[in-house]
């Protein structure tokens, strides 16, 4: 390819890039066109949100904590995000924005709030995709985020032994304790079948010593 060629692609590709560029600041302009304040950006999202538009909703809180980072509607759009996240089933994200949260708003009064959407966040995700169309058994499955969610749970309790949120927690926890009983009784059996005796053992000591009643 001769020089006079190179320039041309070179020439082309930046045209290109600009031209994408324009676009996705006019698509972000478009999307918040009229907003300049940041009581403007949280009456949308807010509005987005009650109206169920949580992807929408989603973009606008992020809109405006980039904008408006210090502002005095920031910690609010943080912890509503966290639900925003919850109900657009993407929970990850729901207990990172909520850890978050507690992190950045230790003493913030919505603290109780982040740690049971946190919690609850892990206990969805626990029930798993394939349970939601075929009848699975809880017990069989990872514990991993069950346990996740106890231990949330756990800690809204201590923290906040008065919360509103602080019931159904407890009732939860029930649910989860059994799983996890359930869960360790099923490996007890697993290492039986194939004559593990001690590691079954260890198994079995730890149900006693861990799940009484």
Request: some cysteine.
């Amino acid at each position: 390819m001769n020089s006079r060629a190179t320039k041309n692609l070179l020439i082309l590709l930046l045209a290109t890039t600009l031209a994408s560029c324009s676009w996705f600041d006019r698509e972000e302009r478009d999307e918040f066109e009229g907003l300049s304040s940041e009581e403007q950006f949280y009456t949308r999202a807010l509005q987005q949100l009650n109206s169920q538009n949580f992807a929408a909703a989603i973009s606008t809180y992020e809109a405006l904590e980039s904008r408006f980072p210090f502002g005095r509607f920031a910690a609010q759009a943080q912890i509503e995000i966290v639900y925003a996240y919850y109900r657009n089933n993407d929970l990850e994200a729901a207990r990172a924005a909520a850890d978050r949260f507690i992190r950045l708003q230790p003493e913030n009064e919505n603290g109780d709030y982040a740690y049971y959407m946190k919690g609850l966040s892990s206990f969805t995700e626990d029930k798993g995709f394939i349970s939601r169309f075929l009848p699975t058994d809880p017990t069989k499955r990872d514990p991993g985020r069950a346990r996740e969610s106890f231990n949330d749970f756990s800690q809204l309790i201590a923290l906040y032994p008065d919360s509103l949120y602080s019931a159904d927690a407890r009732a939860r926890m029930i649910f989860l304790r059994n799983n996890l009983a359930g869960y360790e009784i099923h490996v007890a059996n697993y290492y039986l079948e194939r004559r593990a005796y001690v590691a079954a053992l260890r198994r079995g000591q730890y149900v006693v010593e861990n799940f009484q009643g």
